[in-house]
């Protein structure tokens, strides 16, 4: 009898212990009995079943367990589904040694796909007035990562607002990432009017079942200004104001003399 813990994949990289109990179902003694793994789907390093040191000698109504240990691969989860096939023999006192029925574990996959999608804008004061005003730029950039376990395929990013995105491929690993591009988008007076840039990116890919992948939004907005006043027209109005209240006090005082005076 064979089993595996735990019953499913759900990452790679993830053990799989592998135990296989061995019955002596006859009437004589069975030395040297060992394991042989007659069939594994597999992609990464074959596990190594050990016995015991009871297996050495097993009377007739006796069992060991053997155990082994595999770790799975990208292509192993990918697939879907994992088998392996063992049978187990021993050598008896007299005759040809026995050999068992095969027994076949399966352990399917049973983790989560998704993708991962982070928009940044990065705004560059092309005037150097300390805001972003019409005539600046806003650079942007998209991270897609698979945060599933299963490699994703077919990926395609849209972006409506910023037009075109250009990605270095259409397919990631468990846990890989890539950074795609858009174009630049240059603050206009339309942005200034509705105080800033929104700007909304989604992602779609599949699975290796063909299965689609619930498309990921990612949303970055950027607060835009008008153009500030001329530096000279604020200070001339600073000036100005100052002036007539300096006039003003004069005017004040001098009436107030003058009534002094009088009395």
Same mark, same amino acid.
């Given at each position: 009898?064979?089993?595996? &813990?735990?019953?499913?994949?759900?990452?790679?990289?993830?053990?799989?212990?592998?135990? #296989?109990?061995?019955?002596?179902?006859?009437?004589?003694?069975?030395?040297?009995?060992?394991?042989?793994?007659?069939? #594994?789907?597999?992609?990464?390093?074959?596990?190594?079943?050990?016995?015991?040191?009871?297996?050495?000698?097993?009377?007739?109504?006796?069992?060991?367990?053997?155990?082994?240990?595999?770790?799975?691969?990208?292509?192993?989860?990918?697939?879907?589904?994992? &088998?392996?096939?063992? &049978?187990?023999? +021993?050598?008896?006192?007299?005759?040809?040694?026995?050999?068992?029925?095969?027994?076949?574990?399966?352990?399917? #996959?049973?983790?989560?796909?998704?993708?991962?999608?982070?928009?940044?804008?990065?705004?560059?004061?092309?005037?150097?007035?300390?805001?972003?005003?019409?005539?600046?730029?806003?650079?942007?950039?998209?991270?897609?990562?698979?945060?599933?376990?299963?490699?994703?395929?077919?990926?395609?990013?849209?972006?409506? &607002?910023? +037009?075109?995105?250009?990605?270095?491929?259409?397919?990631?690993?468990?846990?890989? @990432?890539?950074?795609?591009?858009?174009?630049?988008?240059?603050?206009?007076?339309?942005?200034?009017?509705?105080? @800033?840039?929104?700007?909304?990116?989604?992602?779609?890919?599949?699975?290796?079942?063909?299965?689609?992948?619930?498309?990921?939004?990612?949303?970055?907005?950027?607060?835009?200004?008008?153009?500030?006043?001329?530096?000279?027209?604020?200070?001339? +109005?600073?000036?100005?104001?100052?002036?007539?209240?300096?006039?003003?006090?004069?005017?004040?005082?001098?009436?107030?003399?003058?009534?002094?005076?009088?009395?």
């Amino acid at each position: 009898m064979k089993s595996a &813990t735990p019953e499913t994949m759900t990452t790679v990289g993830q053990t799989l212990t592998y135990s #296989f109990v061995v019955t002596n179902t006859g009437n004589v003694t069975l030395t040297d009995v060992s394991v042989d793994e007659t069939a #594994f789907t597999g992609t990464g390093t074959a596990p190594v079943v050990t016995c015991p040191a009871g297996a050495a000698s097993i009377l007739p109504g006796q069992f060991v367990t053997c155990t082994a240990e595999y770790q799975t691969t990208q292509a192993d989860v990918d697939s879907g589904l994992l &088998t392996n096939t063992a &049978t187990a023999t +021993g050598t008896p006192p007299s005759g040809e040694p026995p050999v068992s029925p095969p027994s076949t574990v399966e352990v399917p #996959f049973d983790g989560t796909n998704s993708l991962g999608l982070d928009k940044r804008a990065n705004p560059v004061d092309v005037n150097g007035n300390g805001v972003i005003d019409p005539g600046d730029r806003i650079e942007w950039t998209i991270i897609v990562t698979n945060t599933g376990a299963q490699t994703v395929a077919d990926i395609v990013v849209s972006d409506p &607002t910023a +037009g075109a995105v250009t990605c270095p491929q259409t397919s990631l690993a468990s846990g890989a @990432q890539m950074i795609c591009t858009v174009p630049a988008h240059t603050v206009t007076a339309a942005d200034v009017r509705n105080g @800033q840039v929104r700007n909304v990116a989604t992602a779609t890919g599949t699975t290796p079942g063909g299965d689609p992948i619930d498309p990921p939004t990612s949303e970055t907005t950027t607060r835009v200004f008008p153009s500030p006043p001329p530096t000279l027209a604020v200070t001339g +109005g600073t000036l100005s104001a100052g002036l007539l209240l300096g006039g003003l006090m004069l005017v004040v005082g001098s009436a107030l003399i003058r009534r002094r005076r009088l009395t």
